[in-house]
């Protein structure tokens, strides 16, 4: 498989938001007639749920696809959004970094799975674990770009320079095409002052890093994935399925003009 994008969204830290912009951009991106995947790396599956893949119902996985050779086609599915699919998360996948730590070349198993399938998405993004594991390692490898949701709250800086070292680290040992697609901020509260210095302050860090678009603290997008449903679908005309669509724009754009 050959997608023309593949995208890891990834932040070590918990609760930045990093599913919720994995599910919703690849609904977003999907509306765009383009073929999404989202690959559920996070043995919390979070991601599977919040489109709909049951947890007992996860018999063909990640989990399976990197510990048991399962041909990746085989355990990819289409979510209830067209055009976009999902290969789902299980919890055993905690356990996989104990079972191909030893194994040569264990941070391209994910790698060596996609190169095999015959997919033909234009999208892959990659849900990562809060972690700089083995696991985030394997997404690293096989990604063109990384995404870095960062949340508007006063620590938002911290462990963010951790994380690009790792990105250097990946750069230089597995993966020298890695680069930044962009840092997008989320959770933002425009009746908070705090959310706009941190935005300020971010910006003022990172520069063109970070995308214009940014996603608001929205009760729609807190909701959706309860309804087992992106917020583009579950609350088409909220201001949190109008931030996705225009990161979705941001980034489309961002490829095109890279192309030319």
């Known amino acids: 498989m050959t997608p023309k994008r593949i995208m890891a969204i ?38 599977s749920t919040g489109l709909g893949v049951p947890r007992d119902d996860r018999s063909r996985s990640t989990y399976h696809v990197m510990t048991e050779n399962l041909p990746f086609d085989d355990a990819v599915r289409p979510t209830r959004v067209r055009g976009l699919y999902i290969l789902p998360s299980h919890s055993d996948l905690a356990a996989a970094e104990m079972e191909i730590g030893h ?10 799975a996609i190169e095999a399938a015959n997919g033909g998405f234009d999208y892959v993004l990659i849900d990562c674990p809060p972690a700089l594991n083995l696991l985030t390692l394997n997404a690293l490898a096989v990604a063109r770009s990384i995404i870095v949701p960062l949340q508007c709250e006063f620590f938002a800086l911290e462990g963010l320079s951790q994380l690009l070292k790792t990105v250097e680290m990946a750069k230089a040992g597995i993966n020298p095409k890695l680069a930044i697609d962009g840092v997008v901020l989320t959770m933002y509260d425009k009746r908070n002052r705090l959310s706009a210095q941190v935005a300020d302050d971010v910006r003022s860090h990172l520069g063109r890093a970070v995308f214009d678009t940014v996603i608001p603290r929205n009760v729609r997008i807190a909701e959706a994935p309860s309804f087992a449903e992106p917020v583009t679908t579950y609350d088409p005309s909220s201001q949190g399925s109008k931030a996705y669509r225009r990161l979705a724009r941001e980034i489309l754009r961002k490829h095109a003009e890279r192309k030319k």
């Open 10 to 47: 990834v932040n070590q830290k918990g609760g930045v938001g990093k599913t919720t912009t994995a599910i919703n951009l690849a609904a977003a991106l999907a509306e765009h007639e383009q073929r999404v995947l989202l690959i559920d790396m996070d043995p919390q599956g979070n991601a």
């Open 103 to 112: 194994t040569e070349g264990r941070t391209r198993v994910l790698t060596q």
